[in-house]
């Protein structure tokens, strides 16, 4: 097998996933919620024969990858690359909240230019090579095998358009769901989706 499969999971649930607030790069904690969702995929993936478990370093996407090594025996290895996209002055507030106190700031996001940062924050086109970049990166390590990978929404956001040659300004037809698992293949540059949205260990 030349191609490599990367398992990307989106962490576990938190308290401001359920209130809606926007996370970034923000170090917030799984919930009660998350930490079952955590424990299930651990619970999924033992007996699993990958090659290697990959977490971003936030504490949310960490604890995740940590509840899969304690069911799998691997080592967790942190990546700060993985972490979600930065959002600066609009971290910790809901949309509502951020059209509030910054009208101007949220409609040149929300016109989805791909080279707008939020004060403090992360352009898409940059947040978007840093973890393709770091994807394709761990892919090239491990060629030929599977690898688990444990990040944000807006990760795997990328990874989906990347796979379909979707451009930042299109509106993505899938949900962003909390710990599932999202099956890629990496052959010579170019992305595959194979599986979107597993949660059938959440049943």
Not at 4 to 17: F, P, S
Not at 40 to 63: E, I, M, P
Not at 143 to 169: F, I, K
Request: with cysteine; glycine share 10%.
């Amino acid at each position: 097998m030349s191609e490599t499969t990367l398992i990307v999971i989106r962490h576990g649930e938190t308290a401001w996933n359920r209130e809606k607030r926007m996370q970034g790069t923000t170090d917030t904690v799984l919930s009660e919620v998350g930490r079952e969702q955590a424990q299930a995929l651990g619970r999924r993936l033992a007996g699993h024969g990958f090659a290697a478990l990959y977490s971003s370093d936030l504490s949310r996407a960490r604890d995740t990858a940590r509840a899969i090594a304690e069911h799998t025996g691997r080592e967790v290895v942190a990546d700060p690359r993985l972490q979600e996209r930065r959002f600066g002055i609009f971290e910790g507030l809901t949309v509502e909240e951020i059209v509030a106190r910054y009208p101007e700031e949220h409609a040149r996001f929300a016109s989805r230019d791909p080279d707008y940062a939020v004060p403090g924050g992360e352009s898409a086109r940059g947040f978007t090579q840093r973890c393709i970049g770091c994807l394709a990166e761990i892919a090239g390590r491990h060629h030929g095998a599977e690898v688990v990978v444990v990040t944000h929404g807006l990760v795997l956001d990328s990874l989906y358009r990347a796979a379909h040659g979707l451009d930042h300004g299109a509106r993505r037809p899938v949900p962003l769901i909390n710990a599932s698992m999202n099956f890629f293949g990496y052959d010579g540059g170019a992305w595959r989706l194979e599986l979107w949205g597993d949660i059938s260990h959440l049943a």
